[in-house]
């Protein structure tokens, strides 16, 4: 996508109706941070307009964010203790509060915003190096379905309302696993424009960067539900440890199936 800018792609224009669309799963995305950060401090990265981190941090949970847009942290602190948060202003795969945390997370596929493969790499270890001893790095991110398209170009129909259509006119790039996605909307207002460039990884290629990192796979969900992970699955909850001295990189996290299997409990 020529002239595509990660800094500038969650402006003012897109902060102002970023949380129109909630995907309607944030309660159930609280409540698996919250047990994981067990009254411990959190750190989010890309916390944006504060969707996860406040209602995380009224659970008593003190919440820190890094995020790169200045627009998007503006709104989360027009919003009721939007201004109780620290934010740094950065990029998330480098920039630093100076402290570690129990629990570091990343959602929404927003891990895709990094464009490089390295960029990814140096996530995880930002990640790691914000983390105490025996604190957790939780990411979620869609399971790539771009590569099954034939010719990687495709328009979904992602909305169809009265006044207005919203089309994904999307391409797909094999060999750097770049996608880029246009989310058209035509109303009775005019036609926006709604650009987003990712880079797509399936979950191994993640753990492998994990591993990278120091960290290593301690169990893996197919959503905030603790539902199972399998070949069906939309997406990944995937939650990440260090590699303590004598662990072996599990790409399977069965060391912790006790600790698994109560979370499955918590979540019915």
Known sequence: ????NPASSFGYAVSRRYDEHLRGDEAETVAFLARMADGRDALEFAI???R???PLSRTGVRVDGIELSLDMVDRMREKPDGSDLQVIIGDMSRATTGRTYGLVYLVYNTIGNLLTQDDQVQCFKNAARHLTDDGVFVLECRIPTALA???HQFVDVEEVELEHVTLGVSQY???SQILDCNHVTI????VILSPIRLRLAHPPEFDLMAGIAGLQLRERWGG??????TASSWRHVSVYERVRCGDAINPHGS????RATDLAADAS
Request: net charge neutral; charged share 25%.
């Open 1 to 4: 996508m020529k002239d595509f």
């Open 255 to 258: 060391k912790t199936i006790s």
């Open 187 to 190: 109303g009775v207002d005019g």
């Open 52 to 54: 996860v981190a406040l």
């Open 48 to 50: 944006g307009t504060g």
């Open 149 to 151: 398209r034939p010719g």
């Open 173 to 175: 790039d094999a060999v």
């Open 224 to 229: 905030w539900r603790c539902e199972p992970f």
